[in-house]
């Protein structure tokens, strides 16, 4: 279904409204021509209908006074009305009108020679009233007057018709705005402020630490593109504030391990110079009770050491050297490091395009994922099983998108939100501190990428990290020892 986007609908509905309003100021416009015209015709009608009582006010005076004066007056004011009548007709040309009012020029015409032989049969001194036209002439008069006065009426009625229908026009031109008005109001209410009211709450929500998502629709446009910038916002915030508590977390921790680590490093020391010491004055009795367990106590301090220097190593501050290296090379180095620990069954795939460059301390690039490929392949109990090491790019975000999968026992649900955290293992006693994932965690956040975890119990496990690409395209890196490969068993 074609969507509408937010200007595209802001444009239609100003477009609509233009429309309209052209629409209606055209029709008032022809209204008021048309109001225009009946008023002009009203007026001549009415000078009409006023000629015609003249004519017949001195027609009357001249039957009584059988004055030239008023007999003069007569034929002015017809001819007057002759000269008029065209016009008028003219006029109504084009309107609906009285049908016998084609006929006033003949009457006009009719009445002037009847009028003129009146006169010429009536002498002087003759009882006028007498005289065989009078009553011919009057006929023709009164007909001059109806003709007129039905004119009269005829545009006064058109006058009530037009204005009846002009008002109801009006009134459903008004209602028709309101209606458009409020479709417009309820259009941008729901395109515009409501889903901005949406945001502004979230973001209230957000400002008092809730952090909530909206729910974007599948209509396209500009509103949607906010609200999933926003809910990818409030993505963002969640995920970095874990961040910020993890790296806290790990601040503390490292803190609290570095001053342990050193009080603890000297009686360890002391422990196992004594041991050797001891078992050095034993001469022959070395498979005696006691110097077996002097061993076992030399044992266990120098695997107390160990643990004591990883303590120290995973509190210092390292300093990070950054430089432009293909993914490939880091990749092909951890394949071959960890060649030599992997058992019989267990494959290392890889997929790696060349173009992934990436601008970071390459020795701690290789400590990452040296430690997530070796958890990798501890997580598979029992061969037949894979390790893949594979990346894309993310044009979009200018970022590498790395995943490091085995197809081990996984991760129960209740351990996922603790990988990360220092001295945690699901390893048997002896066998890890706890602190490798930590590491990686450090190093990957240092270099201003992300990590996290996915797994589902008995089908595997796969850590992603998201690492920002470098600008330079792979061509310019130097070339190195180590080459790409793809679908490369080791």
Same mark, same amino acid.
């Not at 005829?154 to 109801?168: D, G, L, R, S």
């Not at 309820?186 to 909530?212: H, M, Q, R, W």
């Not at 910038?229 to 391990?257: H, P, W």
């Not at 180095?333 to 790696?352: F, M, Q, W, Y």
């Given at each position: 279904?074609?969507?509408?986007?937010?200007?595209?609908?802001?444009?239609?509905?100003?477009?609509?409204?233009?429309?309209?309003?052209?629409?209606?100021?055209?029709?008032?416009?022809?209204?008021?021509?048309?109001?225009?015209?009946?008023?002009?015709?009203?007026?001549?009608?009415?000078?009409?209908?006023?000629?015609?009582?003249?004519?017949?006010?001195?027609?009357?005076?001249?039957?009584?006074?059988?004055?030239?004066?008023?007999?003069?007056?007569?034929?002015?004011?017809?001819?007057?009305?002759?000269?008029?009548?065209?016009?008028?007709?003219?006029?109504?040309?084009?309107?609906?009108?009285? #049908?016998?009012?084609?006929?006033?020029?003949?009457?006009?015409?009719?009445?002037?020679?009847?009028?003129?032989?009146?006169?010429?049969?009536?002498?002087?001194?003759?009882?006028?009233?007498?005289?065989?036209?009078?009553?011919?002439?009057?006929?023709?008069?009164?007909?001059?007057?109806?003709? #007129?006065?039905?004119?009269?009426?005829?545009?006064?009625?058109?006058?009530?018709?037009?204005?009846?229908?002009?008002?109801?026009?009006?009134?459903?031109?008004?209602?028709?705005?309101?209606?458009?008005?409020?479709?417009?109001?309820?259009?941008?209410? #729901?395109?515009?402020?409501?889903?901005?009211?949406?945001?502004?709450?979230?973001?209230?929500?957000?400002?008092?630490?809730?952090?909530?998502?909206?729910?974007?629709?599948?209509?396209?446009?500009?509103?949607?593109?906010?609200?999933?910038?926003?809910?990818?916002?409030?993505?963002?915030?969640?995920?970095?504030?874990?961040?910020?508590?993890?790296?806290?977390?790990?601040?503390?921790?490292?803190?609290?391990?570095?001053?342990?680590?050193?009080?603890?490093?000297?009686?360890?020391? =002391?422990?196992?110079?004594?041991?050797?010491?001891?078992?050095? =004055?034993?001469?022959?009795?070395?498979?005696?009770?006691?110097?077996?367990?002097?061993?076992?106590?030399?044992?266990?301090?120098?695997?107390?050491?160990?643990?004591?220097?990883?303590?120290?190593?995973?509190?210092?501050?390292?300093?990070?050297?950054?430089?432009?290296?293909?993914?490939?090379?880091?990749?092909?180095?951890?394949?071959?490091?960890?060649?030599?620990?992997?058992?019989?069954?267990?494959?290392?795939?890889?997929?790696?395009?060349?173009?992934?460059?990436?601008?970071?301390?390459?020795?701690?690039?290789?400590?990452?994922?040296?430690?997530?490929?070796?958890?990798?392949?501890?997580?598979?109990?029992?061969?037949?099983? #894979?390790?893949?090491?594979?990346?894309?790019?993310?044009?979009?975000?200018?970022?590498?998108?790395?995943?490091?999968?085995?197809?081990?026992?996984?991760?129960?649900?209740?351990?996922?939100?603790?990988?990360?955290?220092?001295?945690?293992?699901?390893?048997?006693?002896? =066998?890890?501190?706890?602190?490798?994932?930590?590491?990686?965690?450090?190093?990957?956040?240092?270099?201003?990428?992300?990590?996290?975890?996915?797994?589902?119990?008995?089908?595997?496990?796969?850590?992603?990290?998201?690492?920002?690409?470098?600008?330079?395209?792979?061509?310019?890196?130097?070339?190195?020892?180590?080459?790409?490969?793809?679908?490369?068993?080791?």
């Amino acid at each position: 279904m074609f969507a509408l986007n937010l200007r595209q609908k802001m444009i239609g509905c100003f477009c609509l409204h233009l429309l309209f309003y052209i629409i209606v100021g055209i029709t008032f416009l022809k209204d008021f021509n048309m109001f225009n015209d009946d008023v002009t015709l009203l007026m001549h009608a009415g000078n009409l209908s006023n000629i015609s009582l003249e004519i017949r006010r001195y027609e009357k005076n001249f039957i009584i006074r059988h004055d030239n004066t008023d007999f003069n007056k007569v034929l002015e004011y017809v001819d007057e009305a002759q000269q008029f009548v065209p016009q008028v007709i003219d006029d109504l040309q084009i309107m609906p009108h009285p #049908t016998h009012l084609q006929d006033l020029t003949a009457k006009l015409t009719a009445y002037e020679e009847t009028f003129k032989e009146f006169k010429g049969k009536c002498t002087i001194g003759q009882d006028v009233t007498v005289c065989p036209l009078r009553e011919k002439v009057r006929s023709l008069g009164q007909e001059l007057v109806n003709i #007129t006065e039905d004119l009269v009426l005829f545009e006064q009625n058109k006058m009530t018709v037009f204005i009846e229908k002009f008002t109801i026009r009006l009134i459903n031109t008004v209602l028709f705005l309101v209606l458009l008005s409020v479709f417009t109001i309820s259009l941008l209410y #729901t395109s515009i402020v409501k889903p901005l009211k949406k945001v502004e709450n979230a973001a209230i929500d957000i400002a008092n630490g809730t952090f909530s998502r909206l729910s974007v629709d599948d209509k396209k446009g500009e509103v949607r593109s906010v609200l999933r910038a926003f809910n990818k916002m409030v993505t963002d915030l969640e995920e970095q504030q874990e961040q910020l508590f993890q790296a806290k977390k790990l601040s503390s921790i490292g803190t609290l391990a570095s001053g342990t680590a050193h009080q603890i490093n000297n009686p360890l020391n =002391n422990i196992s110079t004594s041991c050797q010491l001891a078992l050095a =004055n034993m001469g022959d009795d070395k498979d005696s009770f006691v110097a077996r367990m002097l061993k076992t106590i030399d044992q266990e301090t120098q695997r107390a050491g160990e643990i004591v220097r990883g303590l120290l190593e995973f509190s210092r501050a390292h300093t990070f050297s950054s430089q432009p290296c293909q993914l490939a090379k880091i990749v092909n180095k951890v394949k071959l490091l960890v060649a030599s620990e992997i058992p019989t069954g267990i494959n290392i795939e890889t997929d790696i395009p060349e173009d992934v460059v990436l601008y970071v301390d390459v020795q701690k690039m290789v400590e990452a994922l040296l430690n997530l490929t070796i958890n990798a392949i501890q997580a598979i109990p029992e061969p037949p099983g #894979t390790v893949c090491i594979k990346a894309e790019k993310d044009e979009e975000q200018k970022k590498a998108v790395i995943t490091v999968a085995d197809t081990g026992t996984g991760i129960d649900p209740e351990n996922l939100a603790k990988v990360f955290d220092p001295f945690f293992t699901t390893k048997t006693a002896g =066998n890890g501190t706890g602190l490798g994932l930590a590491v990686v965690y450090g190093i990957i956040k240092k270099q201003g990428g992300s990590i996290r975890v996915e797994s589902t119990k008995g089908t595997g496990t796969n850590f992603i990290i998201t690492l920002p690409l470098h600008s330079e395209p792979a061509e310019t890196m130097l070339p190195g020892k180590y080459s790409t490969s793809r679908g490369t068993n080791v």
